[in-house]
């Protein structure tokens, strides 16, 4: 009667073993009597299956063993339960008698253990997927940083093709016609000597005008993205 106040399932089986006493959560479990219960063998109790997988545990206590073990357990009406079972050995002098069963349903815990790591499954997974986006967002502003740095370049660069063009081809425009307005005003023929020098000077600023503005044109296409092509300009036009 006292055992019968217990939750636990409390049972005892012979050498034979036979159940020689089950507490009513023991029978209820199994949706049995107790008339039916006593006296019945655990293979038949258990069902071929469970027997087998018990087996092991059910020899072990006959042989002066305890078994601790979990099993998943078929109840009635198709509801499976989850049992934490412990088969502690009968012994009087030396011999064993049979064993007591004791076993505790852990099926709410099993839910609750289930439910948890479905929880931690689902927060790696979520991990995963911000370290995944944070690894993107990550690239992605390495790759604006990039392209800021790029267009810095290029601005800077614009700034000084700016500069060269006004700084550097106005002097030489200027000088190229102070050449000009010199050779024109030595048209004497004794100035042939002179002017001779002044001549040639002018060729020489000439071209290097020329190649200035080639290469003053070719960059520029390179800032805007252009193909660069190499054009002849007159400055002075």
Do not use: C
């Amino acid at each position: 009667a006292l055992l019968d106040k217990l939750p636990a399932l409390v049972a005892y089986w012979d050498a034979e073993q036979r159940n020689g006493f089950a507490n009513v959560a023991y029978v209820d479990w199994f949706g049995a009597t107790p008339e039916w219960m006593h006296g019945r063998s655990l293979r038949e109790l258990l069902g071929e299956r469970l027997y087998a997988l018990n087996l092991p545990h059910i020899e072990g206590a006959l042989r002066g063993e305890a078994q601790h073990f979990e099993r998943e357990v078929p109840g009635p009406h198709g509801v499976t339960r989850y049992s934490q079972a412990d088969y502690i050995p009968d012994v009087v002098d030396g011999q064993v008698l049979g064993f007591f069963a004791m076993v505790v349903d852990i099926t709410p815990r099993k839910a609750l253990a289930d439910a948890m790591e479905r929880e931690l499954m689902q927060a790696r997974e979520l991990a995963q997927a911000l370290a995944a986006q944070a690894r993107a967002e990550g690239e992605s502003a390495q790759l604006r940083t990039l392209v800021a740095e790029r267009d810095r370049m290029l601005k800077e660069r614009e700034d000084l093709l700016r500069f060269l063009a006004h700084e550097v081809r106005q002097p030489l425009n200027n000088a190229s016609a102070a050449l000009q307005a010199a050779a024109s005003a030595m048209a004497q023929p004794d100035a042939a000597p002179v002017r001779e020098p002044l001549q040639r000077a002018e060729h020489v600023l000439q071209h290097v005008i020329g190649a200035l503005n080639n290469n003053l044109a070719a960059a520029t296409a390179l800032v805007a993205g252009a193909q660069a092509q190499s054009i002849d300009t007159d400055l002075r036009a």
